[in-house]
């Protein structure tokens, strides 16, 4: 009985609630607003403290593999995997995990460069493109391709080999995985440059090259998500929260219109249709939304 | 519903238009969060300013009806942002 009254104060216009669901006032809203900051939150804090799962179902193959078929659709040449360039971008994780810090340079003052020179590569061109808290490879590769510079890097010509590092750790205080892929076209080969013209016996400007190295470079820094199962990723689980919420929020301005308009009472209230409107294009957003930032 | 829709038809197809814009402009710009999240400033001012001027229109205008706009456009955009964190 209780129960039943309960449910018809919150979801029923009646006069205890003076003829307006309860959940439509405006103090529900305000209240369901501190409820979603609140859920963020926790999510949040659960995320940090690991007991959300937090592995990113990204690995460096399946990267170097996406990276190249963006490539071979441009009808560029395939980057090929090289253990040099992949133990500097390791080196560069593992240092940005250390150092905490979210750049290409390192707060020390550490190049992108100096880790590709230090695992032994020699190089005559070099890129560096870094992805961090991505759920998924193809969203982090769209991600890149969508940002100009990511996408220069990607679909440079000019570059011949690839290294692809993946971590987990913790960065700025938030457990995250970042991927750092760095490009390189090694001191002695030869390349076709955009212009199709062979540059390899340009040893001095290659050396020159060499020196300044050309470093083409962005980072994007994309949002939540990662999981045990990817079903329930922290970014997942709060979507499904906030799609109840709209739900629940839509279900009752649905059926409040429909009793009033039945009973052909007038009210001093917001229009429920406007609601609507603005509920379903909220919902479709949370819908197709993904994580993502680019910095 | 449809009543409602007939009465303030252009107001509603307004609305709609700038629903869809916001909902195309927010998922172009992806992955840039930081310009999501002032489609979604704007969204919410959009949608405060709306309900105000639709019921200015029609002389029906108080503080009660302008704070369930507002808390109904803040409820909104914090769905919208704290996803993007």
């Known amino acids: 009985m209780k129960f039943g009254h309960f449910c018809r104060h919150w979801f029923h216009p009646q006069r205890s609630n003076n003829h307006r669901p309860k959940i439509l006032h405006q103090s529900s809203f305000l209240a369901l607003s501190a409820l979603v900051v609140s859920f963020a939150v926790l999510i949040k804090v659960l995320e940090n403290q690991q007991i959300l799962g937090l592995t990113a179902n990204i690995s460096p193959e399946e990267v170097m593999r996406q990276t190249n078929a963006e490539r071979e659709k441009l009808g560029l040449t395939p980057l090929v995997a090289n253990s040099k360039l992949t133990q500097a971008a390791l080196a560069k994780g593992q240092d940005m995990l250390a150092q905490h810090y979210w750049a290409h340079v390192s707060p020390t003052g550490t190049q992108p460069w100096t880790f590709m020179k230090n695992s032994g590569y020699v190089y005559q061109l070099a890129g560096e493109n870094l992805a961090r808290d991505f759920a998924n490879t193809p969203d982090m590769v769209r991600a890149w391709m969508n940002s100009p510079t990511h996408r220069a890097n990607i679909v440079n010509g000019r570059y011949r080999e690839i290294g692809v590092a993946v971590l987990e750790g913790e960065l700025e205080g938030q457990e995250t995985t970042l991927v750092v892929q760095m490009f390189g076209t090694p001191l002695s080969s030869s390349y076709q440059s955009e212009d199709n013209l062979t540059v390899a016996n340009k040893a001095e400007e290659n050396l020159a090259l060499s020196n300044e190295p050309e470093v083409l470079a962005t980072f994007s820094l994309p949002s939540p998500p990662l999981s045990l199962p990817a079903l329930f990723s922290p970014l997942q689980i709060t979507k499904a929260f906030f799609l109840a919420v709209i739900m629940i929020l839509s279900s009752t301005l649905l059926y409040d219109t429909i009793v009033i308009g039945h009973r052909g009472a007038m009210r001093l209230v917001g229009k429920n249709l406007a609601h609507l409107f603005l509920f379903f294009a909220i919902a479709f957003l949370l819908i197709f939304f993904k994580g993502g930032i680019v910095g | ?85």
């Open chain 2, 1 to 85: 519903m449809l009543t409602e829709f007939k009465k303030h038809s252009l107001a509603y197809l307004v609305l709609a238009l700038a629903l869809i814009i916001f909902v195309i402009v927010f998922l172009a710009v992806w992955p840039n969060h930081l310009i999501q999240r002032v489609v979604i400033l704007a969204l919410a001012i959009f949608y405060f300013l709306w309900g105000f001027l639709l019921h200015l229109k029609n002389k029906e205008i108080n503080q009660k009806i302008m704070s369930e706009y507002a808390a109904v456009s803040l409820l909104a955009a914090l769905l919208l942002f704290l996803i993007t964190l």
